[in-house]
């Protein structure tokens, strides 16, 4: 039966990691992720967890590592942040067009320079087109509930394909929360051991990670495409399921109180919490807001996101990175793309916050709608804002 | 055929060659250009390590020949996924294959994890990802082809280039006399691991390789070959020529083939008496320009490393003390 504990979220995922029965761990030390693998690794060395823990000495060898033992066939984790998934990049593309169901913890956290320890989404964001599928998460429940079903839906042989869960370094992975723990029984029945659906064996030799000519290279990138979009039937399926057995539903888009807002904020990670405050503060005081929190980020939810928005005057986007040079925030700019063929549309703007860990109190929400609320009106007369920021 | 080592090799002499292996690993269809000595060494490596092996390669000229899809020359099974992370795939594979035997998951015996890379993707870009791999003691063996340039990209200089060849990144010109740095020396870094099988190998010697790589598998935690593939493409030599020039490397004291167990060097071939370098030079185009007191300067320098050699192998000691487990607790 589930049991109620009070832990560090970072410890959580090290231990739905653990009910997950992951057999092989590649990772290099970086904060704010460590001390999820320290504890993972302390939990193979107690064999409280039978896994092989590889202490890289490179997040691009921990990342490359993860193939190898994915390839030889073992259940596979890795967690990283910040600098460690940008040095991991080049192989992030390869892991999942070699459809390696490899499930890693991103504890999210700004990227140099100046260099930054501290949260935001800007790491993750530099990683938004290496075709996994991604999701975030806003408490430490959610963090050790999605770990789990995360090897699930990979691992599903209509999917294949690496997950990423994000978490918001610090803010998230080094508090302690009241969460529920699932069983071992209830998950191995959740959880099948896992069975590759291709892995390198001498009994039945394949060639992996052949070189493709002009003339088939497309078609490989149609095929991963066209699999991360079907992958969200299965996301659904597992959700669900996950929520029968433990009564903690989730939705690719999820609402909270958003009957008859005419004012939506979006969110993604922790700021979603904040932001409820927020929400709930205003309402008391009559403004018609409501709040979308973006769970599912690849593949992007476009059906429920436009099923959302609908009705509402104004969207605004709360992005935690910067597309320097570009057109706002990486979410306001897909959100944008996303709400285009719609007609009537909201008008959508976009607020950039919370950067390199910067607190974002739930005032500052308040503050953006009506700033936001203003700028509708009389334009807008900027491509997006960056909250906060002194001259 | 257990009993089959060099020295019997040698005694059998003609006879020899009936008693390896006839199965083909490394399939012939692959696009390797004429006198590929890499092509030549890659076929008898594969022979060596056996049939229940599982290989990760770099990418390189290897990897380009010989994988391109839908086709492939490999019989083993075999992972590419980048160019400098090898040795970490390959790290990642005895871990699973370890930990899929230890759940008793894996019938009969865990396959023998090989990596192997070019100088590039060995002594360059991948030389993080190979040191990490040999410092943790993963059971594995690495081989490089080594041919001394970037040859797939189009004969650039790498670390693994002699001095004074010509490479269309290092050109000789008023100011340059083409590669301006000595040969970084592999094997000496792999021996630095403290790692218990090093060698040095080269395929106008077979037995030789053949019997090198066998050792390598079969012995114990991580185990580095380097292999020089002699290149016409990029030494500019003539196609016919592969074999004859291998052996020229160490019959000049260029390449020296020798191995290092548990520390302890040992010259495989003994050459009594080393041919002049110029005999190895003077047939390849990249070493076209250099002059009479440049090849002075590199025979100095190859008969300095040769001595060096020797000391090492009539050293009473090994590079690194062996001590088991057993006797520090003793």
Redesign the interface.
């Known amino acids: 039966m589930a049991k109620r504990v009070g832990i560090e979220v970072s410890l959580a995922v090290s231990h739905a990691v653990q009910l997950a029965r992951a ?2 761990i ?1 990772a290099y030390p970086i904060t704010p992720q460590t001390h999820i693998v320290e504890h993972l690794s302390s939990l193979v060395a107690n064999a409280e967890l ?3 823990f ?5 997040e ?3 990342i ?11 259940r ?1 984790y890795t967690a990283t942040s910040s600098q460690g998934l940008a040095l991991m990049h ?2 992030l593309f ?1 892991a999942s067009a ?1 459809r390696f169901p490899i499930v890693m913890t991103v504890a999210n956290r700004a990227l140099s320079g100046p260099l930054s320890i501290w949260n935001d989404h800007s790491d993750i964001m530099g990683a938004r087109d290496i075709g996994w599928i991604q999701v975030f998460v806003q408490n430490g429940q959610e963090a050790f509930d999605h770990t789990i079903m995360a090897f699930k839906i990979a691992e599903h042989r209509r999917v294949l394909l690496p997950m990423i869960v994000n978490l918001d370094g610090f803010i998230l992975s080094h508090v302690v929360e009241a969460l529920e723990f699932t069983d071992q029984d209830t998950v191995d029945r959740f959880l099948p051991p896992y069975h590759p659906w291709h892995q ?3 009994k ?10 002009p003339e ?1 290279f497309a078609e490989f990138k149609m095929k991963h495409q066209v699999t991360l979009m079907n992958s969200y039937d299965q996301i659904m399926k597992v959700w669900q399921e996950w929520g029968q057995l433990t009564g903690r539903d989730y939705h690719p888009v999820e609402h909270y109180k958003t009957e008859g807002a005419k004012i939506l904020l979006l969110t993604m990670g922790c700021l979603s919490e904040v932001a409820e405050i927020a929400v709930d503060e205003l309402r008391d005081a009559g403004v018609p807001v409501g709040l979308l929190k973006l769970r599912l980020w690849r593949p992007f939810p476009f059906a429920a996101l436009r099923e959302a928005v609908n009705g509402a005057e104004l969207l605004i986007v709360c992005d935690r990175a910067l597309s320097v040079g570009g057109p706002g925030g990486p979410v306001l700019s897909e959100v944008r793309s996303v709400l285009y063929p719609l007609s009537p549309q909201p008008k959508v703007l976009g607020y950039i916050i919370g950067l390199g860990g910067r607190d974002v109190p739930p005032e500052d929400f308040k503050e953006i709608v009506a700033q936001a609320q203003a700028e509708a009106e009389l334009g807008p007369r900027q491509e997006f804002y960056m909250y906060g920021v002194r001259g | 055929m257990d009993k089959f080592d060099v020295a019997s090799s040698q005694k059998y002499d003609v006879y020899a060659s009936r008693l390896l292996p006839k199965e083909e690993y490394f399939t012939s269809g692959h696009r390797s250009c004429q006198g590929c000595g890499e092509a030549l060494a890659v076929r008898w490596v594969c022979k060596a390590i056996g ?4 290989i ?1 390669h770099a990418t390189g000229c290897m ?2 020949v010989s ?6 020359a ?9 160019f ?2 090898t ?14 035997a ?2 008793g ?1 894996l019938a009969g015996h865990p ?1 023998k994890v090989v990596a192997m890379g070019g100088d590039g993707g060995t002594s360059d870009i991948g030389l ?2 190979l ?3 040999m ?2 003691g993963h059971d594995f063996t690495y081989i490089c082809w080594d041919n001394e340039a970037y040859m797939n990209t189009g004969i650039q200089r790498s670390s693994s280039t002699p001095y004074g060849a010509m490479t269309t990144t290092s050109p000789p010109g008023k100011r340059s006399i083409g590669q301006p740095t000595w040969k970084k020396n592999m094997v000496a870094i792999a021996v630095a691991h403290g790692i218990p099988y090093v060698a040095t190998a080269c395929p106008s010697y077979l037995f030789d390789l053949y019997f090198k790589v066998k050792r390598a598998v079969e012995t114990p935690g991580p185990a580095y070959i380097h292999i020089l593939s002699v290149c016409p493409t990029g030494w500019r030599s003539a196609t016919d020529l592969t074999v004859r020039l291998g052996r020229l490397a160490v019959e000049t004291g260029v390449f020296p083939l020798y191995e290092v167990v548990d520390g302890r060097y040992r010259l495989t071939i003994e050459i009594p008496k080393l041919r002049p370098v110029k005999d190895y030079l003077r047939l390849q185009g990249r070493f076209r320009h250099l002059r009479e007191p440049e090849i002075e300067f590199i025979q100095r320098q190859v008969l300095a490393h040769y001595d060096l050699l020797l000391k090492k192998c009539a050293a009473p000691y090994p590079e690194f003390p062996p001590l088991s487990h057993a006797e520090e607790g003793a």
């Open positions: 057999e092989a590649a039978e896994a092989e590889i202490n890289v000495e490179s691009h060898s921990a490359s590592a993860c193939i190898g033992t994915s390839a030889a066939g073992a596979t080049e192989i390869i070699m390198l064996d001498p039945k030799p394949v060639t992996m990670g052949a070189f493709g000519m088939i | 049939k229940n092996a599982v990760a990897e380009i994988s391109g899809f839908p086709q492939t490999w019989v083993q099974p075999w992972i590419h996924v980048a400098e992370n040795a970490a795939v390959a790290s990642g594979l005895e871990a699973g294959y370890k930990i899929l230890r759940k998951k396959p993080q990802a040191s990490g791999a410092e943790r």
